[in-house]
């Protein structure tokens, strides 16, 4: 069986009745308009391991609260690696500081 083209599953889309009423709210083209997705990819080790040494915590205090090993929130506090995605979204929703600097880092304002 061939996988369905690009162009057929487009059409699929626009054809379906949920099509109408997403481009009715918040289109993905307004959302990500003038975003840097890449320059904010290289940037967020940095972004993080800044925002996560001014907590004040330990590698240790860090491990403990996000269920990961002390090596593992070192390299954070490092800059060497990121946290996963789930982490992140609990660090966004739980200090609205950090969501700010997300959000202006996104738009290529790096504070």
Same mark, same amino acid.
């Given at each position: ?35 840097? %997705?890449?320059?904010?990819? *290289?940037?967020? &080790?940095?972004?993080? /391991? ?8 330990? +590698? ?16 954070? %506090?490092?800059?060497?690696? *990121?946290?996963? &995605?789930?982490?992140? /979204? ?8 950090? +969501? ?12």
């Amino acid at each position: 069986m061939t996988p369905p083209s690009v162009s057929s599953v487009d059409q699929d889309r626009a054809a379906s009745p949920d099509a109408s009423a997403s481009s009715a709210g918040t289109s993905y083209e307004r959302v990500f308009q003038g975003l840097d %997705l890449y320059q904010f990819q *290289r940037q967020f &080790p940095e972004l993080m /391991a800044r925002h996560l040494r001014g907590t004040g915590l330990t +590698a240790r205090e860090l491990g403990y609260r996000f269920n990961v090993h002390e090596r593992t929130a070192q390299n954070w %506090l490092d800059g060497l690696n *990121r946290p996963a &995605p789930d982490k992140v /979204a609990v660090m966004v929703v739980c200090d609205e500081r950090f +969501a700010a600097v997300v959000r202006a880092a996104l738009r290529g304002r790096v504070p």
